[in-house]
């Protein structure tokens, strides 16, 4: 069954405290994003990889880090250099724009993260 | 930068009626690719339909159809026979040529009342 899995689905976290979102998919797709959605707001992009050991950042970037180690899994840290990390975090993943032109992007269901 | 402006927050249609979303944008790309996503109460983001600005035709998935107009900018969504299930959030997205970046409007919310 593919698809994209993000956990836990609600996180609390004291202030200062840094925190990392899981997020992983076996669509085996190339590419992978962060976003985050503030409540009645659209999508902003935090960071993006489209490959192996590379990844680059987004609009809103700062307070935020990634790594991707693994072409399935893409976890963000939110440190507490984040000033209001409150907020629902959606993992997004694509197959990569040299196999599809549209390059599509497929979401997981995403964490609620509170900062107590 | 591009931007994405759906300029109606919230909406309201009746079961069975039709309903259009408005979205504009902008960029000075030639090439791009455009998407309209729902995102119900679940928070779930899903795909309902996509467009290539090099295409001219409208494209259509069942109920769901979008008037694109490349020289206005405009990319709205029209919604036929709306079933309650339509009720969610309703985002529309840009897409650069180089296929690395998404960007999002405001969204908005519709309400399909019985």
């Known amino acids: 069954d593919g698809g994209i899995t993000q956990s836990p689905k609600y996180l609390f976290r004291k202030e200062g405290q840094n925190v990392t979102l899981s997020c992983e998919q076996n669509?085996?797709?190339?590419?992978m994003y962060w976003y985050r959605q503030d409540p009645g707001q659209g999508l902003r992009l935090i960071y993006y990889?489209?490959?192996?050991?590379?990844?680059q950042k987004g609009d809103i970037a700062e307070g935020y880090s990634v790594s991707r180690e693994k072409k399935e899994s893409f976890p963000l840290t939110v440190t507490s250099a984040q000033k209001n990390p409150t907020a629902f975090y959606l993992c997004?993943?694509?197959?990569?724009?040299?196999?599809?032109?549209?390059?599509?992007?497929?979401f997981g269901p995403g964490t609620r993260l509170t900062v107590l | 930068a591009q931007t994405v402006t759906q300029s109606q927050p919230e909406m309201s249609v009746q079961e069975a009626e039709t309903v259009t979303l408005s979205c504009t944008y902008d960029t000075s790309e030639n090439n791009y690719y455009l998407f309209w996503y729902k995102q119900p109460p679940s928070r779930q983001m899903i795909l309902v339909i996509r467009?290539?600005?090099?295409?001219?035709q409208n494209a259509t998935e069942n109920r769901f159809s979008v008037n694109f107009q490349k020289a206005a900018k405009s990319f709205s969504l029209k919604i036929s026979d709306s079933q309650l299930g339509d009720t969610a959030m309703y985002f529309c997205?840009?897409?650069?040529?180089?296929?690395?970046?998404?960007?999002f409007g405001g969204g908005t919310r519709l309400m399909v009342k019985p």
């Open positions: 990889s489209q490959i192996v050991n590379d990844f």
């Open positions: 997205a840009f897409m650069n040529n180089a296929g690395n970046m998404l960007t």
């Open positions: 467009q290539e600005a090099y295409k001219q």
């Open positions: 997004a993943s694509s197959i990569g724009r040299r196999l599809h032109k549209y390059n599509e992007q497929f």
């Open positions: 669509l085996n797709h190339d590419a």
